[in-house]
């Protein structure tokens, strides 16, 4: 379902079968036990719907965090000849934070970008984690990226992968029958 701004959302239904079926798959491979937390990464603000259906389909769950990235385009300068340093976060007024997962490395002495960095940005987050182990979690996630040779990427893994695997399933050929071949396009 797509709202008035263009951006993506699941049905409380959906979002509900969407965790349980997570949480079942995680069961099957740790001998029937439960996740101790659950994060949801997604690219467009939660709906009352979504949330809804993600805290629901949680159940025995002892910790749940909904998290929301977008961009502004809002980009921080530093004194000096160096941009934003990797890690920088900055709370907004609106309760968003912006936080610079690509920028300067101390430990390394370089940043390796051609242009100011931008950040990314965390529109929402709902749940008990605070703000700092999320961009502490988001951080690592950008280190992630087995298939490239940069140190970090932008975008956590979970979201850069995402993207991947959704442009490959749209120039899929009509006739593939994803469900038997699924594994393959991952």
Known sequence: MIDESNAPHVSRDGAQRLIRKAIDVYKANKEGQLPKRIVVHKT???????????????EGIQKVDLVAFGTRNIKLLRWGEKPPVRGTMVRLP???????????TPYLGVYSG?????ALEILEHYGDTSIETICNEILALTK???????????????ISFARLVGFILRNLPPDV??????????
Request: positive net charge; contains cysteine.
């Open 177 to 186: 029958d994803l469900d038997s071949k699924f594994k393959f396009y991952i």
């Open 94 to 104: 609106d309760r968003s934070v912006l936080l610079y997962t690509f920028g300067y």
């Open 144 to 158: 992630l990226n087995w298939n490239s040779a940069k140190f970090c990427i932008k975008a956590s893994i979970t």
């Open 114 to 118: 051609p242009r100011v960095p931008s």
């Open 44 to 58: 467009s603000k939660y709906d009352d719907s979504e949330k809804e259906g993600f805290m629901k389909g949680d």
